[in-house]
C-alpha cells in the first residue's frame, strides 16, 4: 500500500452567503493509497460532503491542491474534469440516483458505455449480488437493491476511486450492513481505493484509515490497524 | 442500442400525451405549409411552363382596324420579335331555347398553328378550314359542346353554321371571363371560339382587315417602352386599348391566385409553428427541471454537457423528424386535391401534379431546425446543473404572496381553492400565460374564420342589393342616341330606366396607372348607390389605394376611344366597394369630356318581365346581365370556401385543444406530489379536478377576451392580404361572429379538460408521495 492514488493538500472551500464567509472546508491534508478503505467521519455541516465533491471533481476549491496519481484536478477545466469523472471515479449516493426509466442492468451499462476500459457487467453484478434481478426497473426494487445496482454502476466503470456519500444513510442496519459487505468486496477484488463518507461512527470500525472531520477541518486521522469485518459492525 | 437512447424512448413513452400532442401541432403547421406552399408552387410551375410552350403573347393591341401590312412591320422594331395580327369578335350564338342569351368572343387562327398563344387540342384536330370551328374547353365542357356539334352563329348580322372540328385550351382564358365587370368565370354564358383567320375575315364585313394584334418581345424588360411605342404608332388605326401582359385578364386573375396562395402559406403555417416551438420549449425546460437530479447523476457519472444536450435534443428532434415527415407526406397528398380544386377554376391542360421529393426533404427539414432550435432554447437550464447540488432536495419554490392578497376585502372573502388556485397562477406566470395565449390565437382564428364565413355572403349581397341594385344590366354594340332607352319602356314593363356608360379607361397618377371600366351614371341614379357630382369621378377605394391618390387629387384618363382626347379629372369621393375595382362619374359630364353629347352604350333595368328573353331578338344588344345570374353563380362558388372554413374550424381548435390539453397534462405530472397530498388530505378527484378548472378557466377567460380584439387585427391584415382588384375585404365583424367563435372556443377547450379528467382519476397517489427518483 505505498502508491498514493489521491493526495489533498490544504484544501479550503469558502461559501459567500450575504456578508458572511462560511468556511466550509479548511486547510484540510490528507492522503488516500491504493487499495485503501477511508471512512470520512462527521456530523452533518462538518465540510465532509464538499469534499467528496472536490476530490470527485464535481466541485472546485477556494484554496489547495487535488493530486490524482500525480495529477493536479484543482486545475482541470470542466471538460478535463468530466473525463476524470468518467474514466477515474465511481459514485456512490446516499438515494442511489438510479435512472427510473432504466433496468438494473441498463442502469450498470449507461456507466460502462461511456468509459474507456470497463468491467464486465455479468461479473460486477454478480459481485454485488444481483445478477437475478437485473430485469427489474428501480421502482421494482427494495432499497438495498437499488444501492447495490448503484453501487455495481459505479464499480463497472473500472474506477480507480469509489466515492461514497453516506451509503447507508438511507437503509435499515441489516441492509446497510450487506451494502458495506459489498464495498468491501468490491474493495478487495477490483483493488479500488474506496472512500466512504458517513456521520455512523460504527463504520469506521472497518476501515483502513479513519478520517475524523468537524466544522471544515480534519480533527483526527487514524490509521486502524485491525479493520473488522462488515458483518460484525454494530449501531 | 445505446442506454441513453433506451431512457429517450421510455421517456418519449411516459410523456407520450405530451409528445403527441406537440407532434400534431407540427404535423398541422408543416402540413399547411407544404399543402398550400407546394399547391402554389405547382400553379406557378405549371403556369408558366403553360405560358412558356404556348408562347403566350406580352403585349395585346386592339384598335378599329388593323392592315395586314401591320403584322411584319413590327417585327424587329423596340424589341419586338413576332406579331400576330387577328380579328375578335363579340358575335351572338344561335341557341335552340330562346330565353338564353349567350355571347361568344370569336378569334381567327391560322389554318395549321399560330407563333403566339398557340392552342392546346384535347380534342378532335389543329387543322381547320373554312366552316370549321374549335371550341375552348370550359365553354364546351359547361354547354356539353362535343366534336362534330354543329354550332350557329350570328356574325355581322347573318347566321353561319360551323362544325365543331376541335375541343382546346388556350393561354390567353386560363381563367374564362368576358371582362373585368363580370367578377367571375361563368362559361356557360360566355365561352370563346376559333375560326379559320381568312373565313372569318370574309365574313365579317371588316374589309379583310384585322382588329387586334399580340406582339412577342425579345425580353420583358422594356415592355412599357415598347407599350409605349405601340400606342404613338399604331394611333392612327384608331387605337383602343394596349394591354400588357401582367393587365391581361385571365393572366392577372391567375397571378392574383397564386399569389394569395402564396401568401397563406407564408402567414397561417407560422402561427402553429411558432407555437409548436414555445410549448416544446417549455416541454423541455419542465423535464428538464424535472430530470435535474438524474442530469446531475449523469454529469456525475462523467457524461459530458454535450452529451447530455444531445440525449434530451433527440427528444426534440424526433417530434421534428415525425411531425416533418407526416405533416409533409399529408401535405404533399393534400396539396394534390387542392391543386385538383384549381383545375375547376383554371384551364391549364398540362396541369400535372408532380411529387417534389426535395419540398418533403425542405420541410422535415424545417421541422427538425425549428424542434432543435426550440429544444436548445428549453434545455438550456442543462448547463447550469452542478452535480454536487443536484442530489440534494431543491429548496421549496418560494411561497411568496401575491398582489392580491394585499387587497384584503377580496381576498379574504376566498375560498380556500380559489386562493391556491390565484396562488398557482401567479407563480407559474408563464405556463398560464402560454394558455392564455394559445386560446386568444384559437378564439381570433375562429373568430377569423366566421367572418370569413360571413363576409362573402355579405360581400355578393351588399355588391349585388345594396351597392348595385338594378335588376338587368344591357349592354350595347355600339354607342346609341340616350333616347334609346325609350324604346325599352315601350317592349319591357320598365319600373325604372336609366341610360349608362361603360367605358375602360387608362387611369394615370404619376407613375401609377390601371386600365379599369369606369361608368357614367345618371345624376341621382337610383341603380347605384353613389351620388355623382356634376363634376369629377368617384373611385373605388382599392383603385384609389392603387394608384396612391386622395380626394382633391388630379388624375389622368387616357381615353382608348379612337379620335378621342385624353382628360384630366379631380377625384371627388372615395368610396368603399366590396366587389370590383371601377370609377364613376358623371355622364353627361362623361360624354363632354371623353366622348360625344347625349349617347349612352347601355341601360339599366328594373322590370319584372323576363327580360332576356323579351330582348332575345332585339337588335345592337350584346349582353344581358341579370343579378339572379350573377347570384346563381355565386352559389356554386361557396361550395369550396365551406371546405376551407371547415378545415380553419378544425385546425384553430386543434391549436386550443392541444395546449390546454398538454399543459394541464404537464400541470398534472409536476403536481403530483402537490396532488397527492391533497387525496391523502380528503380531496376527490373531482376537487383536484375543478382547481385545475379554475385555473384553465381564469387564463382561458383572459386569452378569449384578448382574441376578440387580436381576431380583428388578423382580419384587418387578411382584408389586406386577400384584397384583390376583386375582392375589397372591409366588412366590420359582428357580434354573432365573435359569439360562434367564443361558443367554438369554449367548446374545444372543455373537451381537452374532459380529457385531462382521466390522467387525474388514474394518479397513483401513494406512488407519488413515496417516489424520490427520477
Known amino acids: 500500500m505505498s502508491d498514493i492514488v489521491l493526495k489533498v493538500e490544504s484544501l479550503s472551500k469558502n461559501y459567500q452567503m450575504g456578508e458572511v464567509v462560511v468556511k466550509a472546508l479548511e486547510n ?34 477556494s484554496n489547495g491542491q487535488v493530486y490524482f496519481n500525480g495529477e493536479l484536478i484543482t486545475a482541470m477545466s470542466d471538460k478535463e ?85 453516506e451509503p447507508t444513510g438511507a437503509l435499515d442496519f441489516e441492509t446497510g450492513i450487506s451494502i458495506l459487505r459489498v464495498l468491501k468486496e468490491v474493495n478487495k477484488k477490483y483493488k479500488d481505493t474506496v472512500i466512504v463518507i458517513t456521520h455512523n461512527a460504527a463504520i469506521s470500525q472497518m476501515a483502513d484509515k479513519v478520517i475524523k472531520m468537524r466544522s471544515g477541518k480534519i480533527i483526527e486521522i487514524i490509521k486502524n490497524k485491525n479493520p473488522i469485518a462488515p458483518e460484525r459492525i454494530e449501531w | 442500442m445505446k442506454k441513453l437512447d433506451k431512457r429517450l424512448l421510455r421517456m418519449i413513452k411516459i410523456t407520450k400525451g405530451q409528445y403527441i400532442a406537440v407532434v400534431l401541432i407540427i404535423v398541422t403547421g408543416i402540413f399547411i405549409f407544404t399543402a398550400v406552399k407546394n399547391s402554389a408552387l405547382n400553379l406557378r410551375d405549371t403556369v408558366n411552363d403553360y405560358y412558356d410552350s404556348a408562347n403566350f403573347g406580352d403585349i395585346f393591341v386592339s384598335a378599329v382596324s388593323l392592315p395586314e401590312k401591320i403584322e411584319k412591320e413590327l417585327i424587329g422594331v423596340q424589341n419586338i420579335s413576332g406579331s400576330e395580327a387577328r380579328l375578335v369578335l363579340d358575335v351572338p350564338l344561335i341557341l335552340d331555347k330562346e330565353n338564353e342569351n349567350v355571347n361568344v368572343r370569336v378569334v381567327s387562327i391560322d389554318k395549321s398553328e399560330n407563333k403566339i398563344n398557340k392552342l392546346f387540342i384535347n380534342e ?24 362534330h356539334d354543329e354550332i350557329k352563329l350570328k356574325i355581322n348580322g347573318r347566321q353561319h353554321t360551323f362544325n365543331v372540328t376541335g375541343i382546346a385550351s388556350s393561354p390567353e382564358y386560363v381563367y374564362i371571363m368576358e371582362n373585368e365587370q363580370t367578377l367571375m368565370p361563368d362559361p356557360e354564358n360566355f365561352g370563346v371560339v376559333y375560326v379559320e383567320e381568312n373565313y372569318l375575315r370574309q365574313i365579317s364585313g371588316t ?47 391567375v397571378d392574383q391566385e397564386v399569389e394569395g396562395l402564396e401568401k397563406m402559406s407564408q402567414s397561417v403555417p407560422i402561427i402553429f409553428l411558432t407555437f409548436a416551438g414555445i410549448m416544446l420549449a417549455n416541454m423541455l425546460s419542465r423535464i428538464v427541471k424535472k430530470d435535474r437530479t438524474s442530469i446531475g447523476v449523469l454529469k456525475a457519472l462523467g457524461f459530458t454537457n454535450y452529451e447530455i444536450i444531445v440525449h434530451y435534443l433527440k427528444y426534440a428532434s424526433t417530434i421534428g423528424i415525425i411531425g416533418g415527415i407526416i405533416g409533409s407526406l399529408i401535405g404533399t397528398a393534400l396539396s394534390s386535391m387542392m391543386t385538383s380544386v384549381y383545375l375547376q377554376y383554371f384551364n391549364i391542360p398540362m396541369l400535372s401534379i408532380k411529387f417534389y421529393f426535395s419540398r418533403i426533404l425542405a420541410a422535415i427539414l424545417l421541422s427538425l431546425l425549428l424542434c432543435m432550435a426550440a429544444g436548445l432554447f428549453g434545455i438550456r437550464g442543462i448547463l447550469k446543473i452542478n452535480p454536487a447540488e443536484s442530489m440534494q432536495a431543491e429548496a421549496p419554490k418560494q411561497g411568496k404572496r401575491i398582489f392580491l392578497e394585499s387587497i384584503k376585502f377580496i381576498w379574504n372573502k376566498l375560498s380556500f381553492s380559489w386562493k391556491m388556485v390565484l396562488r398557482n397562477i401567479f407563480r407559474e406566470k408563464k405556463k398560464f400565460l402560454l394558455i392564455a395565449a394559445a386560446v386568444s390565437i384559437t378564439c381570433s382564428m375562429l373568430i377569423m374564420t366566421f367572418w370569413m364565413n360571413d363576409i362573402i355572403d355579405v360581400m355578393f349581397n351588399k355588391h349585388y342589393t345594396e351597392f348595385m341594385k338594378m335588376q338587368y344590366n344591357v349592354g350595347f354594340t355600339s354607342f346609341l342616341d340616350e333616347n334609346t332607352k325609350n ?18 379607361f387608362e387611369i394615370v397618377n404619376g407613375s401609377k396607372s390601371k386600365i379599369v371600366t369606369v361608368i357614367g351614371l345618371e345624376k341621382n341614379t337610383v341603380f347605384y348607390d353613389v351620388n355623382v357630382a356634376d363634376e369629377g369621378i368617384i373611385l373605388s377605394s382599392n383603385l384609389a389605394d392603387y394608384l396612391n391618390v386622395r380626394i382633391g387629387d388630379k388624375i389622368l384618363l387616357k381615353n382608348f376611344m379612337p379620335d378621342k382626347d385624353d382628360g384630366y379629372v379631380i377625384v371627388k369621393e372615395i368610396i368603399n366597394q366590396s366587389l370590383g375595382i371601377n370609377g364613376y362619374m358623371n355622364i353627361d359630364y362623361m360624354n363632354k369630356l371623353f366622348l360625344d353629347k347625349d349617347i349612352i352604350n347601355g341601360v339599366y333595368i328594373n322590370s319584372l318581365d ?44 386543434l391549436l386550443g385543444f392541444v395546449i390546454v390539453y398538454s399543459m394541464t397534462l404537464m400541470s398534472i405530472n409536476e403536481r403530483a406530489l402537490e ?93 407519488s408521495l413515496k417516489s424520490r427518483i427520477s
Not at chain 1, 34 to 40: A, S, Y
Not at chain 2, 132 to 139: L, P
Not at chain 2, 222 to 227: H, Q
Not at chain 2, 680 to 707: A, R
Open chain 2, 124 to 147: 378532335g384536330k389543329r387543322n381547320i378550314s373554312e366552316k370549321n370551328i374549335i371550341v375552348i374547353k370550359q365553354f364546351a365542357d359547361a354547354r356539353k359542346i362535343k366534336l
Open chain 2, 610 to 653: 323576363d327580360v332576356s328573353k323579351i330582348l332575345d331578338n332585339v337588335d345592337n344588344i350584346s349582353s344581358i346581365q341579370s343579378q339572379s345570374d350573377m347570384k346563381g353563380m355565386f352559389e356554386q362558388f361557396t361550395g369550396m370556401i365551406a371546405i376551407s372554413i371547415g378545415s380553419m374550424i378544425i385546425f384553430s381548435g
Open chain 1, 28 to 61: 484540510v491534508s490528507f492522503e488516500a493509497y491504493k487499495g485503501e478503505f477511508i471512512v470520512i467521519l462527521g456530523p452533518s455541516g462538518s465540510g465532509k460532503s464538499t469534499l467528496l465533491n472536490i476530490m470527485g471533481g464535481m466541485d472546485t476549491p
Open chain 2, 675 to 767: 396532488f397527492s397530498a391533497l387525496r391523502v388530505m380528503g380531496f376527490t378527484t373531482k376537487e383536484i379536478f375543478y382547481m385545475l378548472i379554475k385555473e384553465n378557466s381564469i387564463m382561458s377567460f383572459i386569452g378569449i377576451v384578448l382574441g376578440i380584439p387580436l381576431g380583428k387585427i388578423l382580419i384587418d391584415y387578411m382584408g389586406k392580404m386577400f384584397s384583390t382588384d376583386i375582392y375589397t375585404m372591409k366588412e366590420p365583424l359582428t357580434a354573432p361572429e365573435v359569439i360562434w367563435a367564443i361558443i367554438f372556443t369554449i367548446a374545444f377547450l372543455i373537451l381537452a379538460q374532459l380529457i385531462t379528467y382521466v390522467k387525474i382519476y388514474k394518479l397513483d397517489f401513494m406512488q
Open chain 2, 487 to 504: 324604346e325599352f319602356s315601350e317592349i319591357l314593363n320598365v319600373n325604372d330606366i336609366e341610360g349608362r356608360v361603360e367605358l375602360p
Open chain 1, 81 to 165: 474534469l468530466t473525463m476524470y469523472r468518467r474514466n477515474k471515479i465511481g459514485f456512490v449516493f446516499q438515494f442511489y440516483n438510479l435512472m427510473s426509466t432504466l433496468t438494473a442492468r441498463e442502469n450498470v451499462e449507461l456507466a460502462s458505455e461511456i468509459c474507456s476500459d470497463p468491467i464486465d457487467i455479468d461479473d460486477v453484478l454478480n459481485s454485488v449480488g444481483l445478477l437475478e434481478r437485473t430485469d427489474h426497473f428501480p421502482s421494482q426494487m427494495s432499497g438495498g437493491e437499488q444501492q447495490r445496482v448503484a453501487i455495481a454502476r459505479a464499480v463497472a466503470k473500472n474506477p480507480e476511486i469509489l466515492l461514497c456519500d
Open chain 2, 207 to 253: 374589309n379583310g382587315n384585322f382588329n387586334e394584334i399580340v406582339v412577342k418581345l425579345n425580353s420583358e424588360n422594356d415592355i412599357d417602352k415598347t407599350s409605349d411605342f405601340l400606342k404613338d404608332n399604331l394611333d392612327k388605326y384608331g387605337i383602343k386599348r394596349v394591354v400588357k401582359k401582367d393587365e391581361q385578364l385571365s393572366f392577372g386573375m
